[in-house]
């Protein structure tokens, strides 16, 4: 149990079970509605206790048909969130248990997404009915515990559906310092516990880890992401005296080490991540066109081994081999892989569509993959108002032009035929493509993107702008390369020292290595001295009309102060030599503020048009309307940087601990989003984190082993590196914290905080000791009662509450 925040964090899990779901008839032409539906469906309701205390057993199946484990880590949310590609059913039992010193009625929370079922000591105490997507459910339990030992069991149900959110957590509001938690079957689990306390014990100094004394089994360290094999440490780990930690020296450069444990057939393992080894990789002494040729060569290796490995895209390697007239003994193999993700009609199916439909353009293919192909296309759904089930995503930025794309290629290439879901022929469904495709253009050149910045999804949004130009007519063709060129632009902008740094519309967890995301790998291409990346969207560049606009390369080095609106959203950017600092703002505070209209809540707008589409999708996302105190998504709101590898930031997670694989994450978006204003080289951000969230902390990324050197006074934290200075003050203490990541944490423990960040440079100040003085001398306060943040230079922000939390969900 977690005293601080009451969480339960021991449990036995049976499962996940992920089985078929029956899709059920579309009977909705609004796609959220359609998976509110099969929530509706996918539970068993009045279920009845499905396994009693004395049944349940470490290594014995339950009624899932899966072994009883011990679930470790658990930071007090139970999260086997995944993303499904398809639509199933998720089902996991689990129990804990709790010990009472004396009988006790115990206040109680239940949260989820799923739909779960609570028994204590086999009477039913709390139930929720039906899944939802966001935001997660609170539900309040009384939890009558008599003296002595408490079983509870947790049955959990959920619809499988691309980002699946199969999470709960039970959260004691009282009574804790007169109950203690457990797991059932003690004797056995007992050396589980033991080695739980043991991984969670172990910390990380200067290139060596600080191994707890006493193992309780055989332990191993393994370098990478898996626990394989490896270096048996028990001995090392036995000190002199049982209070010593020992240091153990552990590969330099290693990005990642694995600690686990080893009980029976059972492992237990604690991931680290080594960021310090993470660093950017270039290439020396190479033009544009051999960076070129290089990347594709390097495409074109992927999979072409003699034995078929299945990969995601699989086809686009093939694309590659074909465009540099290679051929590899497994390519027809990787294609009809690509056809079967069609034909599943798997999220993101779309992707590989725009890849085939642009191999046949380019190629031909052998007979029989060529007829496969053909039934594939004409059988697809192309669209959600169209007849069939799945879990595609249609309604993204991304994924509407892909769309747009594959249904004008694919009706252009079959004109005569009958597509089977919509029920045109091949000139109608490229007729109605071509209204769509020329909307999305319209409405992006006015409004600019949706998905601003975002270094992975743009990639995507590139190479459907790839296939418009190059397979579509004037004016369509030029309009698609002009708006690559800006958005390559945007990304030379926010380019920094080499990587790209920015605020982006929709993000993933490589936010905290900015030089590994897949749109640095265009950057590298435009400037072969910034840091190395790769992207399988880059094949959609061979054989291309679009040509690269070297000249935004000038943009990367330059210094900049600028601010701009993009979608609904207002970007501000500061990049000087030293530092950088940027940002979006929440709420916007520009002026005159020009919004675009939702119209998704109008009566009889038409929902096939991309106005409809757009709406729809910032219901879904909230891609642009930033509003402090609404649900966050995927949106990355405030980055400053040192170099290229060196950011600091701070948001409000979505969940409790790092790798948990929800949207938003650890890192990446906010559960609730901030008040954010940005002014020349300082910025604020405030966070009101409602009751109604579990997740009652902020944090602040702060990697101090990619700093040269740093401090802490007080309120404060000061780093430095390469002449670049930033000083971040918190309205709460900040609290180091540990856990995937090792010295890049600091917590804010209150659901009410404040920040106030500084940036300066060598030449600004003369030193560092300056800057820092010179920070302490701003004095920043917060008002928790007027919810405002002031400091003596003039700077102030304001929490304006928005009434709307759902972001229209």
Request: proline residues 5%; contains cysteine; aromatic residues 12%.
């Amino acid at each position: 149990m977690d005293k601080q925040s009451g969480f339960l964090t021991h449990y036995l899990v049976s499962g996940p079970r992920i089985s078929h779901f029956d899709g059920h008839a579309n009977r909705s032409q609004n796609g959220i509605q359609y998976e509110q539906y099969l929530r509706s469906l996918v539970a068993d309701r009045n279920q009845e206790l499905p396994v009693r205390a004395e049944d349940i057993a470490l290594g014995k199946a339950s009624k899932l048909g899966e072994p009883w484990e011990f679930l470790y880590p658990c930071s007090g949310l139970v999260n086997f969130s995944h993303f499904a590609l398809t639509l199933g059913k998720v089902e996991l039992l689990a129990s804990t248990v709790l010990h009472a010193d004396e009988e006790v009625d115990a206040a109680a929370l239940l949260w989820t997404y799923a739909a779960v079922d609570v028994w204590l000591n086999g009477e039913k105490t709390a139930s929720v009915q039906d899944p939802v997507y966001k935001p997660i459910g609170k539900t309040a339990m009384t939890l009558r515990l008599r003296k002595g030992e408490n079983n509870l069991v947790v049955s959990m149900q959920n619809l499988a559906v691309r980002d699946t959110r199969s999470i709960f957590g039970i959260q004691l509001l009282d009574g804790l310092d007169k109950l203690t938690a457990g797991v059932p079957d003690t004797e056995a689990a007992a050396p589980f516990l033991s080695l739980d306390r043991w991984l969670s014990g172990i910390g990380y100094r200067e290139g060596q880890l600080l191994l707890p004394p006493d193992p309780p089994c055989r332990v191993f360290l393994a370098y990478g992401d898996e626990a394989e094999g490896g270096q048996e440490i028990t001995d090392i780990s036995i000190p002199g005296s049982i209070e010593e930690s020992v240091p153990f020296q552990i590969h330099d450069g290693a990005p990642f080490a694995v600690v686990y444990g080893v009980i029976g057939d059972n492992k237990l393992s604690r991931k680290i991540e080594l960021l310090h080894n993470q660093r950017p990789v270039y290439r020396e002494g190479v033009d544009r066109e051999t960076v070129k040729n290089e990347l594709f060569r390097e495409l074109a290796q992927i999979g072409a081994g003699e034995v078929f490995q299945p990969l995601r895209f699989g086809l686009f390697y093939v694309l590659a081999r074909w465009n540099l007239g290679l051929r590899a003994p497994c390519d027809e193999q990787h294609i009809s892989r690509a056809l079967g993700q069609i034909e599943q009609r798997e999220d993101c199916s779309d992707f590989f569509l725009a890849g085939l439909l642009r191999l046949m353009a380019q190629h031909e293919l052998p007979e029989a993959l060529e007829q496969r192909a053909e039934r594939a296309i004409l059988s697809y759904r192309y669209w959600m108002t169209e007849e069939g089930s799945d879990a595609m995503c249609f309604w993204s930025e991304n994924h509407a032009l892909m769309f747009y794309i594959c249904t004008y290629m694919a009706g252009k290439k079959y004109r005569d035929r009958h597509f089977d879901r919509s029920g045109r022929s091949g000139l109608e469904v490229e007729e109605v493509a071509l209204g769509k495709i020329r909307e999305w253009l319209e409405d992006v050149e006015q409004w600019g993107f949706e998905e601003f910045l975002s270094a992975d999804y743009m990639c995507v949004t590139m190479g459907a702008l790839l296939n418009v130009a190059d397979y579509m007519d004037e004016p369509e063709s030029s309009r698609a390369m002009a708006l690559i060129d800006s958005m390559l632009a945007a990304f030379a902008r926010h380019t920094f020292r080499g990587s790209i740094i920015a605020p982006q519309a929709r993000i993933y967890r490589s936010v905290i290595l900015p030089f590994t995301q897949a749109a640095q790998s265009l950057m590298h291409l435009l400037e072969p001295k910034t840091p190395a990346g790769n992207s399988e969207w880059l094949v959609f560049l061979m054989n291309s009309r679009y040509h690269l606009p070297y000249s935004v390369s000038e943009l990367m080095d330059a210094p900049l102060e600028t601010a701009y609106r993009t979608g609904n959203a207002w970007v501000k950017l500061n990049k000087q030599s030293r530092y950088m600092l940027t940002s979006v703002q929440s709420p916007r505070w520009d002026e005159p503020q020009v919004f675009w209209d939702n119209i998704s809540f109008d009566e009889g707008v038409d929902v096939e048009s991309n106005d409809y589409v757009k709406s729809f999708n910032e219901r879904f996302h909230g891609t642009t309307r930033f509003e402090p105190g609404v649900y966050g998504y995927q949106q990355h709101m405030w980055y400053a940087a040192l170099d290229n590898d060196t950011v600091i930031f701070s948001n409000h997670p979505g969940e409790l601990a790092d790798e948990g694989g929800m949207r938003p994450g650890y890192w990446y978006g906010n559960g609730i989003m901030p008040a954010i204003r940005q002014a020349g080289s300082v910025l604020g951000a405030i966070y009101e984190i409602a009751d109604d969230h579990p997740v009652a902390f902020t944090h602040l990324f702060f990697p101090e082993d990619k700093l040269d050197g740093f401090e802490r006074d007080g309120h404060w934290l000061f780093g430095h590196k390469d002449g670049g200075y930033i000083g971040i003050w918190c309205s709460e203490g900040l609290t180091p914290h540990d856990d995937l990541l090792f010295h890049c944490e600091y917590r804010a423990y209150n659901r009410l905080s404040a920040y106030y960040c500084k940036l300066g440079s060598r030449e600004e100040y003369g030193n560092f000791n300056a800057f820092r003085e010179a920070c302490l001398s701003l004095a920043p306060q917060f008002n928790p009662r007027t919810l405002m943040l002031e400091a003596s230079d003039g700077y102030s922000l304001t929490f304006i509450r928005h009434t709307n939390k759902t972001q229209y969900v």
